[in-house]
């Protein structure tokens, strides 16, 4: 989803919307669609396209961090460093994922080298270079703000490295006054739209968003307890327990793999018994500011809020490789060393692409995440020579989620083909029958489609149509074709009345709501006591729907007071056709317990979730008002 709301945010820069923040998707700063935006036309709007502008960025992000690293540590620490984050799958992860996170690596790690090259003795450099050398910091700093979230703990670096030189190094800092203000003066300026922007729109930083930022808002009130826990594990995320999310890593797998999870820690050791050294100092305070974007959110660790990272931990491992080399060339020609370095890295290289290419992909919940299986199915209808219509199943096709986006803007990047109308349904709720002949069912993601298709939807002449092969890869879903649909889908119908504020007399079916549906019949199902009621609705496309309608079905006690309601309509409105019919499953109608009515209510009708406005119902040409009446139904007790 992340890469999909990514490429639909950089359509709308190419349309002229340039913000300095989107509230799509829990809010997203633009740096990274700035970026991709102009890939999309050059290269083509689809997945490819997303790959290769984030992969391109990350390789940009690894050239700043070799910067940076030569510039604190020398040329073979920098190598050294360049070669583990190169084969890395935190780093491989976050470039083909799309994710915008790569956009803050290469303004991060270049404030840090321009903020270096400053600090150079005066003696080696003029004022105006020093002062040219820290805008520039400034400004990439204040750059990164724009990229990721997790960027807003950066300027701490730096002030805390000041302080440092300041008890430790202050002749350093000497005439470094007038250079290090301008820096600061140029951040300022940078971060200034943003930071008003959200000041402005408090809102749009969506930091309780599924409860992430619980550590946070407990260590607010006074309890330190789960921020206490969340910090250790995001330590120990980079040698023994990693990322759990199967958005980020393959669950659990640490930063660095046992042999480099050593040279890890040797080099952090190394670093700390320098600490009165600048240049180790700078990596030391670097490290922890960058990692509580992570430690003071859930779940834990999540590599994805602790990318800014990358600019300085591969130096770790980098320096304990270069100081074993010193101490074991000694004993060790350099031949064997550097043999031995190479088959370190070519593990490690292994290892990453095992991880990424082999196991990533068959945990559970991946192939459904990253919609696999919908890609597949746009793989076989790219290459299909059919164009008749398609029933597209595909579960959360909820169209009113605020952050999941339904299976139809997605086909929108995979899939080429303008020719072929698709109806998007969740078919363990609802059945689609497209109007037409030679209907293409495809179910991707389910290689057993009716056990996703609950027996109430289920029909003969669905169960018994024939399966296509060579469609979808054995596993990731399965295909069937209906060459003569039937002439009827409609359940046995019941009596329906227009609601009282409507003249409350009876609604002959079918009842016409708005200009594009129409009810055609209706059936109660059977339920057992303390189960909630089911119902099955059965309706007809007179035109295009409007967009992400809802249906609603309203339990009440008289024809105002509500009890239970369901409010539901899972497939994709605007998708469908003129002719199409299609089934509703109403099974979330609870009845309170301890209720003493038996007999009750029941209305039914639809409303649009922009909106909110209903549909209105029609008797001929007679507009009667915005809902129908079903049988009183009688609750089991």
Do not use: K
């Not at 890469?3 to 740096?31: C, H, K, M, N």
């Not at 020398?74 to 050294?80: I, K, R, S, T």
């Not at 060790?332 to 082999?358: C, E, M, N, P, R």
């Not at 990047?413 to 209907?439: M, N, W």
């Amino acid at each position: 989803m992340d890469e999909l709301i990514a490429t639909q945010i950089s359509e709308q820069v190419l349309d002229g919307d340039w913000r300095i923040f989107y509230q799509a998707g829990q809010g997203r700063e633009p740096l990274f669609n700035y970026w991709l935006a102009p890939w999309l036309p050059l290269v083509g709007r689809n997945v490819f396209t997303l790959r290769v502008a984030s992969s391109a960025l990350s390789l940009l992000g690894l050239v700043a961090v070799y910067l940076l690293i030569h510039r604190l540590f020398g040329p073979a620490v920098a190598l050294a460093s360049l070669a583990g984050g190169a084969t890395s799958f935190w780093t491989i992860f976050a470039a083909r994922a799309g994710a915008r996170s790569v956009a803050m690596i290469p303004f991060a790690a270049l404030s840090g080298y321009l903020f270096w090259r400053g600090l150079s003795p005066r003696r080696a450099q003029c004022r105006l270079q020093q002062s040219l050398f820290m805008a520039g910091a400034g400004l990439c700093l204040g750059l990164t703000f724009y990229a990721f979230t997790a960027a807003r703990v950066l300027p701490a670096v730096f002030l805390l490295f000041l302080i440092y030189m300041w008890i430790f190094h202050r002749p350093r800092l000497a005439g470094l006054g007038q250079p290090l203000l301008l820096g600061a003066v140029v951040t300022l300026l940078v971060v200034f739209p943003l930071v008003y922007y959200l000041h402005v729109h408090p809102q749009a930083d969506q930091f309780d968003f599924r409860d992430f930022n619980r550590p946070l808002a407990a260590l607010m009130v006074g309890d330190p307890r789960p921020a206490l826990q969340t910090t250790l594990e995001t330590l120990g995320g980079f040698t023994f327990h990693g990322d759990p999310l199967i958005f980020d890593n393959v669950p659990g797998r640490p930063i660095f793999e046992p042999l480099t999870a050593l040279l890890f820690l040797t080099g952090l050791l190394v670093a700390l018994t320098r600490w009165r050294r600048p240049a180790y100092a700078f990596a030391l305070i670097w490290l922890p500011v960058s990692l509580i974007p992570g430690m003071l959110s859930q779940p834990v660790p999540n590599f994805y809020r602790i990318v800014a990272a990358q600019a300085v931990a591969f130096a770790f491992p980098g320096l304990a490789a270069v100081e074993c080399w010193r101490w074991l060339r000694r004993y060790v020609g350099s031949l064997a060393l550097t043999g031995g370095l190479a088959l370190i890295l070519f593990v490690h290289l292994v290892s990453a692409w095992h991880a990424y290419f082999d196991v990533w992909p068959t945990v559970e919940g991946v192939s459904f995440f990253w919609q696999s299986g919908l890609a597949q199915a746009a793989r076989y209808l790219e290459s299909a020579p059919d164009s008749g219509p398609v029933a597209l199943c595909t579960v959360l096709t909820y169209e009113s989620d605020p952050w999941w986006r339904p299976a139809w803007q997605s086909m929108d990047y995979l899939l080429r083909r303008t020719d072929l109308e698709i109806r998007y349904y969740d078919c363990r709720t609802t059945l689609v029958l497209p109007a037409g002949s030679h209907v293409r069912y495809l179910f991707p993601d389910a290689a057993a489609p009716f056990s996703l298709i609950p027996a109430e939807l289920q029909r003969e002449w669905l169960t018994g149509a024939p399966p296509l092969s060579d469609t979808l890869p054995v596993g990731q879903g399965a295909a069937l074709r209906l060459d003569e649909p039937p002439q009827t889908v409609e359940p046995d119908s019941g009596a329906a009345w227009f609601a009282p504020e409507a003249g409350g007399d009876p609604a002959p079916l079918p009842v016409r709501f708005g200009d594009s549906l129409t009810l055609c019949g209706y059936s109660y199902l059977p339920s057992g006591p303390g189960e909630p009621l089911r119902l099955v609705t059965a309706w007809e496309v007179l035109a295009t729907p409007p967009p992400r309608l809802v249906l609603f079905t309203h339990l009440l006690t008289d024809p105002q007071t509500l009890v239970a309601q369901q409010d539901s309509l899972p497939l994709t409105s605007h998708s469908l056709r003129s002719g199409d019919r299609f089934l509703a499953l109403h099974d979330q109608i609870a009845v309170p317990a301890g209720s003493p009515v038996e007999r009750y209510l029941l209305s039914i009708g639809l409303y649009s979730s922009d909106t909110m406005a209903r549909l209105p119902l029609y008797d001929g040409d007679q507009q009667r008002g915005d809902r129908l009446f079903l049988e009183a139904v009688s609750v089991a007790r």
